[in-house]
Structure formats: structure tokens, C-alpha cells
């Protein structure tokens, strides 16, 4: 009951602080008198609140030295307030499935000779910022650029397949915060309960943001069960029944994604 006491109180002072400036002197020094564990706890729990609401925790950490270095040493440790702002809390295990996410390149797709594997877990540090480089044994022609940034989907890549796997949470976070964003149209009927994860599929010479191809029906079991030629197939196919335009990938990118060497990638989404 004391310790709930306290949290709303401070909580009240924060929230007092951000609406009158020329008191956050008075404020800092006031929480700076409170025990270092409760103290953390308030700012966390604050800058958590923040970013579960879609605002950044900017604001908190510009306070003071003290309330910054608590959320910095937060961010940095991937805590609640970094999980709050990349839309992770409540999204714990489609994360991690996420995390566990692998793309293997078979040379010969009847074996697992050569067989090339590259971990979504490299991007620790920011794992929805990051892009694949080429594999060494793969002629830079024969591999389609795979990333899971969604500024890179949509930067240019000249004369190059670019696909983009994105859960359903972070998408959803970006649209929300992004006006005229390109998947604005298609958040509607993306239902996060049957595919958390969806892939896509655009031309890196193509200035026009909106031409795109995408699956969001499927499940993680079913990605895993296809390879990135029949995920893609899946997705115009499901196309045809739900969209009455141009399939705009596969009429100018044959010669990428279709066999062989798209049938030589897969991805796989481990429990």
C-alpha cells in the first residue's frame, strides 16, 4: 500500500514536471531524495507508459542527467522501455520466433551440401534495422537483397529483388506514426493472429512506394515450409482473389525470383 503510495506520487510529479518546466529542478532533486531502486522503477515505468502510447521517451531523458542515464542504460539492455517502443511488450513470443528467424541457401536445394545459413539473431543490437549481406559463395546477381529495416525495403537498390520480412506489431508501429505510409492500405486486413510475420516483395528501382507484393496470410509454420519462390507464388496467387491490379514484382523481376535461384533460399522461423 506505501510503496503504491509512493509510485503514484511520483508518478504525479513527473507528470507535473513535464507540464511546468521551470520546475524540473525542483522535481529531479526531489525524486534524487528517493531510494536509487524506486527511483529507476518510476522513470521506467514512465518512459514505458510513453513509448507503449507511441511517443518517444525523449522528453524523460532531457530532464536530467539522472532520469537520461536511467533510460540510455534501459535502451542499451534492450529493457522494457525498448521493448515498448519497437511494439515488443505483449509480443514476447512472436519476437523470439522472430529472433530465431534463419535464411539458408542451399546450392543444390536436393541437399544440404554448401549449405549456407544466415542467423536473424545477428542483429541483436537492432533487429529491425538489419540487412543481409551476400553471401561470399553467391554471385551478387543470384541473391535477392533480404532485410528486416523497413526504411531499407523502401530505399533505393537499383536493378535489384528486395524482400522485407516485418512482424505485424512493428509495421503496425510505424503506419500509426507515419503519415501516407506505403502500407497504410493493407494494414486492415493483415490479421496478426494467423501471420505475426509478413513478407514482401518490391523492385529496388521502382520509385513508386506503393508497388509491391505481399503475403499476410500465412503462418509462421507455413513461411518455414516454402521457399522464398513459393512464398512469393503463395502471395499473388492470395492476390488474385483479394486485388484486382498488376502483380508489379513478378512481371519485371523474372529472371530473380523465379528458379533457380529463389527456389535455393529459404526461411525459417524456429520455435
Not at 4 to 10: G, Q, S, V
Not at 94 to 103: D, E, K, M, S
Not at 199 to 227: C, H, K, M, V
Not at 230 to 244: D, E, K, L, S
Request: aromatic share 12%; with cysteine; glycine share 4%.
Amino acid at each position: 500500500m506505501n510503496k503504491n503510495f509512493k509510485l503514484l506520487t511520483a508518478s504525479f510529479i513527473i507528470a507535473l514536471t513535464l507540464a511546468t518546466p521551470q520546475l524540473t529542478h525542483a522535481t529531479c532533486e526531489n525524486l534524487d531524495a528517493l531510494p536509487v531502486e524506486l527511483k529507476s522503477i518510476i522513470i521506467k515505468r514512465a518512459a514505458t507508459d510513453q513509448c507503449s502510447d507511441g511517443e518517444g521517451p525523449l522528453n524523460l531523458a532531457l530532464v536530467c542527467k539522472s532520469w537520461r542515464d536511467i533510460v540510455n542504460e534501459d535502451v542499451n539492455k534492450q529493457g522494457p522501455i525498448w521493448k515498448a517502443w519497437y511494439g515488443i511488450l505483449g509480443n514476447e513470443a512472436i519476437f523470439q520466433r522472430f529472433f530465431n528467424g534463419v535464411l539458408q541457401y542451399r546450392p543444390d536445394p536436393t541437399n544440404n551440401d554448401d549449405m549456407v545459413t544466415l542467423y536473424f539473431s545477428h542483429f541483436k543490437k537492432n533487429l529491425f534495422n538489419g540487412t543481409f549481406g551476400r553471401p561470399e559463395c553467391v554471385a551478387a546477381a543470384d541473391m535477392p537483397l533480404v532485410t528486416t529495416s523497413l526504411s531499407d525495403f523502401f530505399a533505393p537498390h537499383p536493378d535489384q529483388v528486395v524482400i522485407g520480412f516485418f512482424p505485424h506489431f512493428r509495421a503496425e508501429r510505424i503506419v500509426a506514426s507515419t503519415p501516407n505510409h506505403p502500407f497504410k492500405a493493407i494494414m486492415g486486413n493483415w490479421d496478426k493472429n494467423i501471420a505475426p510475420v509478413g513478407i514482401f516483395w518490391r523492385w529496388g528501382s521502382w520509385n513508386d512506394l506503393t508497388w509491391y507484393d505481399y503475403l499476410t496470410q500465412s503462418s509462421l509454420a507455413d513461411i518455414s515450409s516454402r521457399d522464398l519462390y513459393g512464398n512469393w507464388v503463395r502471395a499473388i496467387r492470395a492476390a488474385q482473389h483479394t486485388r484486382n491490379r498488376t502483380h508489379y514484382v513478378m512481371h519485371y523481376t523474372q529472371t530473380t525470383l523465379t528458379p533457380p535461384i529463389s527456389q535455393y533460399v529459404s526461411c525459417l522461423f524456429l520455435n
